[in-house]
């Protein structure tokens, strides 16, 4: 399986009243910069970070030729490329947030891949939930039991 399109949906939405917080006096727009990763086998991984023309340019513009022609299950050997790809714009900020949008993107191509969701491939299986009598503690000791269950206690 190869990787042979990457796109970018950018979606911002106004918001009337604008919202405000510590960091910013006043926020007028939202949304989402979707990435979409799709491959030679009809698969599509669909990734997301924050709305940003710099992001969107980063990964149409930096990224995209690292991944087109790539396996997507290579995932850390892709996030090593770029990574070094983008290093000098600094270790931070609009670069690893398009790392980010991009590495999800592949873990849900290789999640749709498999046919499950994509907390499974990272996620062990369930396990049944602990009885009443495991969640209810350590038996308490009866008068027919030892009163120490020290290693080094010996039965003279």
């Not at 006043?26 to 940003?52: K, N």
Request: with cysteine; hydrophobic share 40%.
């Amino acid at each position: 399986m190869k990787i042979t399109d990457v796109q970018t949906t950018l979606l911002i939405v106004p918001r009337d009243p604008p919202i405000s917080d510590a960091t910013a006096i006043q926020m007028t727009a939202g949304g989402y910069c979707f990435v979409h990763l799709r491959t030679d086998q009809g698969i599509e991984g669909l990734g997301m970070s924050a709305p940003s023309h710099g992001l969107r340019a980063v990964v149409e513009h930096d990224l995209k030729d690292i991944l087109l022609g790539a396996d997507p299950f290579d995932i850390e050997g892709l996030w090593q490329d770029m990574f070094w790809r983008v290093r000098g714009f600094g270790r931070k900020g609009l670069a690893f947030q398009a790392i980010s949008a991009v590495d999800i993107a592949l873990w849900d191509l290789k999640a749709k891949a498999w046919v499950s969701p994509s907390t499974s491939c990272w996620v062990p299986a369930a396990t049944p939930p602990p009885s009443t009598a495991a969640a209810a503690g350590p038996p308490t000791p009866t008068a027919n039991s030892s009163t120490s269950n020290s290693p080094t206690s010996s039965a003279a």
